[in-house]
T-cell receptor, first 114, second 111 residues
Framework: DGGITQSPKYLFRKEGQNVTLSCEQNLNHDAMYWYRQDPGQGLRLIYYSQIVNDFQKGDIAEGYSVSREKKESFPLTVTSAQKNPTAFYLC?????????????FGQGTRLTVV | QQPVQSPQAVILREGEDAVINCSSSKALYSVHWYRQKHGEAPVFLMILLKGGEQKGHEKISASFNEKKQQSSLYLTASQLSYSGTYFCGTEAGGSQGNLIFGKGTKLSVKP
């Protein structure tokens, strides 16, 4: 089955540690996205990538980093510079890098930093 | 900049209608609508493109006023399954691929 997979579903980390969230898709989509979801804040864009080896910052990129070495993979690293990393993280992909295509979402990773 | 959704929340009885609005301060290329149930991933409902093209589920209807940079989602004869949080997403002209979402509208449908 084609889809977008995020792992793990739940993640616990100690404050000050970097952590990497996985996102893989087998839909052959060009565009991939990372969003952060907090109660009452909607989905806020962290980074997006329209093609391999290229990505752009979203509205809240500070404290996060990404890579896009393969079309199917777009991992997100939450660094120790992110002041409030506890949140629900959603990865998405869409067919066309030029936009205008529906986004497919993964099931999310809930990150808790203690 | 996030698009603005209204209302923030709405409660309906089964069979009633609702309208959710989305507005942007930028000229838009597209407007997307998604529904998210608690603890689940958002699910695509509809996309409306500049120029009039639309794609979405048969039972969902929406409008897109390009001049006013506004879109509305129309939910008619609501069912219990319509409950959830509705998000509009926008792509500004010249920034296609940069999909920004609003804060959401929480819809509760009661028997």
């Amino acid at each position: 089955d084609g889809g977008i997979t995020q792992s793990p579903k739940y993640l616990f980390r100690k404050e000050g540690q970097n952590v990497t969230l996985s996102c893989e898709q087998n839909l052959n989509h060009d565009a991939m996205y990372w969003y952060r979801q907090d109660p009452g804040q909607g989905l806020r864009l962290i980074y997006y990538s329209q093609i391999v080896n290229d990505f752009q910052k979203g509205d809240i990129a500070e404290g996060y980093s990404v890579s896009r070495e393969k079309k199917e993979s777009f991992p997100l690293t939450v660094t120790s510079a992110q002041k409030n990393p506890t949140a629900f993280y959603l990865c998405a992909s869409s067919l066309r890098p030029s936009g205008g295509a529906e986004a497919f979402f993964g099931q999310g990773t809930r990150l808790t930093v203690v | 900049q996030q698009p603005v959704q209204s209302p923030q929340a709405v409660i309906l009885r089964e069979g009633e209608d609702a309208v959710i609005n989305c507005s942007s301060s930028k000229a838009l290329y597209s407007v997307h609508w998604y529904r998210q149930k608690h603890g689940e991933a958002p699910v695509f409902l509809m996309i409306l493109l500049k120029g009039g093209e639309q794609k979405g589920h048969e039972k969902i209807s929406a409008s897109f006023n390009e001049k006013k940079q506004q879109s509305s989602l129309y939910l008619t004869a609501s069912q219990l399954s319509y409950s959830g949080t509705y998000f509009c997403g926008t792509e500004a002209g010249g920034s296609q691929g940069n999909l920004i979402f609003g804060k959401g509208t929480k819809l509760s449908v009661k028997p």
